[in-house]
């Protein structure tokens, strides 16, 4: 079971939902950067859980110890090691279920490829809670590339039927964010996704949505052709979020129903003499290269698996069909908290990238 990502600096995530506790283990950082702890602090608890009605009930402060990879409160080149304590676990709410898989989650899969063994409380390895550590690393990384003028945003795209106001692609509005538990660009728009993620609740059901990032400040020619491109290496480190279906980027899907001309962004010099492009339907993104343009994309997420709603099911042990009501403690959206995990893989992958955009200005493309 490997969980690892990045080349240039490499991520590698560790422990289960339930487990004394999650970490992550970063090498590759460049020693004598001095992190922003506080800054850390306020992003993760943007992720925590247990904030709100809206979300789970489990009572995490997500508060981290660093066991290595610190100096002097620099990073010394040590490989980066950070852990994250659970302290609200509730295992027994869990039993059972490797003899009865939950629908859309990955317990019978897991069942046949571990032969049992897995880790089945609170989805173990294949929790959301391994998202954690994920923001650990990926919100280290955006204060690396905020250094460099680069910056990563996101908002709530979409819970539902409730859309908010879209990034405008020529100039992403990053300092317009609401703060909250939903972080979106109109307030009014937050209260009624509030009012659809609450009914779901009552339901006893669960609702997705989309959220939209922006990657701003990226120099023209970040990323590779074929198979290590901008798009490739965000929509790998994106598919790592559980519950995410699937990635667009720029116009996306929408664009399979213009013409050329219609989707084509016309090229231009802007009042310094800099070649841009007049729109930015592309997304920020050609043939796996940045263009300079703001990088636009979003991510579909799918509605909870987890709900109280009696659902069908199969008992392993007795070979029959069966009915299965959970228990445990489980977000009827999982979509707001989603949303500082969106901009800490992608910053992630950027990162990795513009590492080796950096060798490439310094000694040659090779």
């Given at each position: ?239 790592a979020i559980p519950a995410v279906r ?94 500082p995990v969106v901009e800490a893989v ?21």
């Amino acid at each position: 079971m490997a969980s690892t990502f990045g080349t240039n600096v490499r991520v590698s995530i560790f422990g289960q939902s339930h487990a004394p506790a999650v970490g992550v283990v970063v090498d590759g950082l460049p020693a004598g950067f001095a992190p922003d702890w506080d800054g850390l602090r306020a992003f993760m608890r943007r992720r925590a859980p247990g904030q709100t009605l809206l979300s789970t009930q489990r009572t995490e402060a997500d508060l981290f110890e660093v066991l290595s990879g610190i100096s002097e409160g620099k990073l010394c080149g040590a490989p980066l090691c950070m852990v994250i304590k659970n302290t609200d676990t509730r295992g027994q709410d869990y039993a059972g279920l490797k003899n009865t898989p939950r629908p859309g989650h990955a317990d019978w899969p897991a069942q046949v490829k571990y032969r049992g063994h897995q880790d089945a409380a609170g989805g173990g390895h294949f929790s959301g809670r391994l998202t954690a550590p994920l923001c650990l690393a990926g919100g280290l990384i955006i204060q690396l590339l905020a250094q460099q003028g680069i910056r990563v945003g996101a908002h709530i795209a979409r819970i539902a039927d409730v859309e908010d106001t879209p990034f405008d692609p020529m100039a992403p509005q990053l300092d317009d964010l609401q703060d909250g538990y939903l972080r979106v660009l109109d307030a009014r728009t937050g209260e009624r996704m509030a009012a659809a993620i609450d009914a779901a609740r009552l339901a006893l059901d669960s609702v997705g949505g989309v959220v939209e990032c922006a990657v701003t400040g990226l120099p023209v020619g970040v990323g590779q052709p074929m198979f290590d491109g901008l798009e490739n290496r965000i929509a790998q480190a994106i598919f790592a979020i559980p519950a995410v279906r699937g990635i667009a980027f720029g116009s996306g899907f929408g664009a399979a129903g213009l013409r050329g001309s219609q989707h084509n962004d016309e090229y231009a010099l802007d009042d310094a003499g800099r070649v841009t492009t007049r729109t930015n339907r592309h997304g920020g993104v050609l043939g796996g290269l940045s263009t300079g343009m703001p990088l636009l994309f979003n991510a579909a997420f799918k509605p909870t698996a987890s709900i109280f709603k009696p659902q069908r099911t199969v008992d392993l042990a007795r070979g029959q069909e069966a009915e299965l009501a959970l228990k445990g403690r489980h977000d009827p959206c999982i979509v707001p908290r989603a949303v500082p995990v969106v901009e800490a893989v992608t910053a992630l992958a950027v990162y990795d990238l513009y590492l080796d955009y950096v060798k490439e200005q310094a000694y040659g493309i090779e």
